[in-house]
């Protein structure tokens, strides 16, 4: 069965404090694997696509990585400002068609 | 570039009444536009995949007559909460497909039943 397993599921980190957020999937066919950030009360905002292992996307303290098992969001030198929750999905075929499988995501709080 | 509006961003509507979600891609054609729902504290549950111009595919234990979804053109598709419950209150978020699989989402509804 097609499965996403983000990790941890909440994290307080000290600003400057650099850490990683992890996704763990198993899925056949996978097509992509995404980040987002959702905030409190909003839809998600699109962060990074990687296709395949060993590719890595970077935007602004925010590096994403992808192995054939998992996928790694690092946060350098955090600001309270990137506080959010943060969301991993696989797109795989089911039925037919791509859906997205979501993991629960992890709550980030950056602490000034 | 790739925004998706959706309208009301607040509802407040009474137990037995309908209530129409809109979702539309501003600036790109969506072909397929996607309903989640989300509770408190969790993560986005797939409702249904909408396609332009047929049919909505509505994903295991959504009640197709209660949630109608129609997606009459390639930057509009609404969804339609027939009968409300307050069990039905939830955040109600839409996305469309980008060029490169991503999906755009909209800000969300957020639907309280009283």
């Known amino acids: 069965e097609d499965q996403v397993t983000q990790s941890p599921e909440a994290l307080r980190l000290q600003e400057g404090e650099s850490s990683s957020l992890n996704c763990s999937y198993t899925v056949s066919g996978l097509r992509g694997l995404f980040w987002y950030r959702q905030d409190p009360g909003k839809g998600p905002e699109f962060l990074f696509t990687?296709?395949?292992a060993g590719e890595e996307k970077e935007k602004e303290r925010l590096k994403a990585t992808l192995t054939k098992k998992e996928s790694f969001l690092h946060i350098t030198a955090p600001k309270p400002e990137d506080s959010a929750t943060y969301l991993c999905?696989?797109?795989?075929?089911?039925?037919?068609?791509?859906?997205?499988?979501f993991g629960t995501g992890t709550r980030l709080k950056v602490l000034a | 570039g790739a925004v998706v509006s959706q309208h009301p961003s607040r509802v407040i509507c009474k137990s037995g009444t309908s209530v129409k979600i809109e979702c539309r891609s501003l600036?790109?054609?969506?072909?397929?536009m996607f309903w989640y729902r989300q509770f408190p504290k969790q993560s986005l549950m797939l409702m249904a995949t909408?396609?332009?111009?047929?049919?909505?595919?509505?994903e295991q234990g959504v009640e197709k007559d209660k949630f109608l979804i129609n997606h009459a053109s390639l930057t509009l598709s609404t969804l339609t909460v027939t009968s409300a419950h307050p069990e039905d209150s939830s955040f109600y978020i839409c996305s469309a497909n980008g060029a490169s699989y991503e999906q755009y989402f909209g800000p969300g509804t957020r639907l309280t039943v009283t």
């Open positions: 999905a696989v797109q795989a075929p089911t039925s037919g068609t791509y859906k997205y499988i």
């Open positions: 600036d790109f054609q969506a072909t397929t």
């Open positions: 990687l296709y395949s």
């Open positions: 909408s396609n332009e111009g047929s049919k909505a595919t509505y």
